[in-house]
């Protein structure tokens, strides 16, 4: 299923340009060129994440941002133009998730937009010890072991494999993987997450089969399958 996003923003050229750099990184969009109308596609389009202008015709941001939170669960991240610390404390207040100002790149958007997702998803207190099969790792204590015998880590090879477990059985984009593991954007032609990936198989496979194991998407992604 892709993530619905309502893109409210009545200068159409951004709002087109927008949606096209969002349905390119595989979401689904719907544009609203003012408030009212954004509130009227709220709510039957039930979108997952709400981009929102704050000066718009018929109805500002704010008043939107307000009305949207007595039917929607939506994340909600404003795009504005004013910076003033003023205005991203009124946003936060009113609801929005998260605040961004022009200019963006689309990249720093979409970025944006996966960890308001992620916040959604995240349990608000992740289980502290992750087991699967022969495999547990303790969040807390730091440790990992496999058959019962531990596992030395490095600080990211462990926030990759807790990463990777706690989304057993899904492919995680490597982008995504990057970036809750580095809490920032993939850089371009980065090897690290790859050789970081190699060198976690490694450890776990040196302890002998079977080995949990960590599916390769050659150039997509990885996903833990246990
Ligand atoms: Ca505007």
Redesign the pocket.
């Known amino acids: 299923m892709k993530t619905k996003v309502l893109i409210v ?3 159409s050229d951004i709002a087109r340009a927008l949606s096209y750099e969002f349905e390119k990184e595989g979401f689904l969009t719907r544009l609203a060129f003012d408030g009212e109308s954004a509130l009227t596609e709220s709510r039957g389009w039930q979108p997952d994440v709400i981009l929102l ?4 015709p018929k109805l500002d941001g704010f008043s939107v941002c307000r009305a949207l939170r007595n039917h929607s669960n939506a994340g909600i991240i404003m795009l504005t133009a004013r910076t003033s610390e003023v205005d991203r404390v009124v946003g936060l207040e009113l609801g929005a998730d998260d605040y961004v100002c022009k200019p963006f790149s689309t990249r720093e958007l979409t970025s944006r937009v996966r960890a308001v997702l992620r916040r959604m998803q995240e349990p608000e207190y992740p289980p502290s010890c992750l087991v699967s099969g022969d495999l547990e790792l303790n969040a807390e204590c730091h440790t990992v072991a496999l058959r019962g015998r531990s596992i030395e880590l490095t600080v990211k090879e462990f926030d990759l494999l807790k990463t990777l477990m706690l989304n057993k059985g899904r492919l995680l984009a490597r982008e995504e993987l990057y970036e809750l593991v580095w809490r920032e954007p993939l850089p371009v032609d980065s090897r690290t997450l790859d050789t970081h990936l190699h060198t976690l198989r490694e450890k776990i496979e040196k302890q002998g089969p079977p080995a949990p194991r960590i599916i390769t998407a050659r150039g997509v992604g990885y996903r833990f399958d246990g």
């Open positions: 923003e009545d200068e202008d704050l000066i718009l």
